[in-house]
């Protein structure tokens, strides 16, 4: 099982940090913890869900009295989180999905009308120049430019958000373990991309 550390100066820096601490503390971050832990997962080549697990590292003394109760806290915040950014990229889905049928509106016309255009100029009794440059060239593609956009919208534009839906739901999943670190301990940053070379 591998792990996925996450060095956090305090308990709120899993969701929330001030940028501003890094003026007076080596441990200052400047993006929260769970942002941190789904750009590492979606660096990754696939998300395993099962066979990943998700240690927060605190400093010694940071956790309080009740560690147990500081861990049930920041595991039930990540899983909060992971819920409002699934919810953001439905509303992202939605969104790309609408604005590709929209654009299918201007797109089919306009790729009936370089289609009709360069059939015309098509015609045997078109010099061949015009064939070429008019009839395979302009009008074809202004006929291709009239569907790609809406296509690749609908198809290809939500292919990232697809992915950051499997990352969200595999990092919901996983489970968490909050541990102690002593404070002198130097934290440094490790290659996020989960490739053993």
Request: hydrophobic letters at 50%; one cysteine or more; a positive charge.
């Amino acid at each position: 099982m591998s792990e996925l550390v996450v060095h956090l100066g305090r308990p709120e820096d899993l969701l929330a940090v001030d940028p501003a601490g890094l003026l007076d503390d080596d441990l200052g971050r400047t993006i929260p913890g769970a942002e941190e832990l789904f750009e590492t997962m979606l660096a990754r080549r696939r998300p395993r869900r099962g066979l990943d697990r998700v240690v927060l590292t605190l400093p010694a003394g940071a956790a309080g009295d009740d560690s147990g109760a500081v861990a049930a806290r920041l595991t039930a915040g990540l899983r909060r989180w992971c819920l409002r950014r699934l919810e953001a990229v439905a509303r992202d889905a939605g969104l790309q999905r609408r604005l590709g049928v929209a654009a299918l509106r201007p797109g089919i016309p306009l790729f009936g009308v370089g289609l009709l255009f360069s059939t015309d100029f098509l015609a045997p009794d078109v010099p061949e120049f015009f064939q070429n440059v008019l009839g395979n060239g302009v009008f074809l593609v202004i006929a291709w430019i009239g569907l790609w956009y809406p296509l690749d919208t609908l198809f290809f534009a939500r292919l990232p958000l697809k992915r950051q839906r499997r990352v969200l739901t595999a990092l919901m999943a996983m489970p968490v373990e909050v541990r102690a670190r002593p404070s002198t301990e130097r934290v440094v940053a490790s290659d996020a991309s989960g490739d053993a070379g």
